[in-house]
């Protein structure tokens, strides 16, 4: 009996369930997409979370995407909202039409992470596929959401110390072709980059971020006479956490760190990963001031 429980891992203490919600993009048509899904535990703990991820709706609506982004944000505010008053999604009278919320399905994990991704393993094709459909010819969104992840920090840092918003953007001449090279931030004490790493296209993410340390080891090996003390890049990623990033895509997600760290403290310079823009403006903060 010993050798049996030692072969066999035990069951998951932790027990709750998951609804999938889904959306019509065109009423009526009975074309349905996974786009949240909801865990609820034990003591009145749950998550509502996000299944489609947002690179993808970039891809599937183009313009139209924001739209839907502002519809699932709306879907995931107000499922949050049935669950806290009424411990579950039941009854839920959902704010527009076009939704189906499925019945809970009973669940047991480590904990309600765990559930979670139960849920998007089993209801949402989009998610895990995207993730492991990696993308080598696209180049554009990543930049896109670059800008986006820059504008992200700006406007936190503006909360933290306005005063080092005037440094974002930092256009300098650090050849003599004349060019000049657009930094994230910089002042005299230091200098950043920022990028991000997305799981669905991690080939043309490494790519951009690549380009960024080397536009920073050129200016730190420039001819320039007063340059920053410090040198560093920023980068954005997913929490680890993330139920949405299969084991595949999670384990690509920190090998790619891991690469970029390398690569970055061969030329002197650092790398800060965080999921979170107002972590990356503390530290811009930290280490500008």
Known sequence: MNTLESIFPESPTYKGCWHAIYLEPIVGSGERITVAVAAIGPQSEFNVIQAIRSELLDCLYG??????????????????????????????????????????????????????????????????????????????????????????????????????????????????????????????????????????????????????????????????????????IIIGTPPFTDPTLSDRALNSLKMNIELVKELAEQEGVSVFSTDNAHKAALQISEAAA
Request: hydrophobic share 35%.
């Open 63 to 232: 313009i139209q995407s924001q739209n839907m982004q502002n519809m699932i944000n709306w879907l995931i505010e107000s499922a949050s909202k049935q669950i806290k008053a009424t411990g579950g999604l039941r009854d839920w009278q959902t704010p527009f039409e076009g939704v189906v919320c499925t019945d809970a399905v009973q669940a047991s994990d480590n904990n309600i992470d765990g559930v979670l991704k139960q849920a998007i393993r089993f209801s949402a094709s989009l998610s895990t596929l995207s993730l492991d459909a990696e993308r080598d010819n696209d180049d554009q969104q990543p930049k896109r959401y670059t800008s986006r992840w820059a504008t992200s920090i700006a406007d936190e840092l503006r909360t933290i110390n306005p005063y080092l918003t005037s440094y974002f953007r930092q256009k300098i001449q650090i050849g003599d072709s004349g060019i000049q090279t657009t930094f994230g931030f910089c002042n005299d004490q230091y200098v950043s980059n920022f990028a991000l790493l997305i799981p669905s296209n991690l080939s043309s993410s490494l790519t951009t971020v690549k380009a960024k340390i080397l536009d920073l080891e050129t200016f730190k090996k420039s001819q320039i006479l007063i340059k920053p003390k410090k040198y560093e």
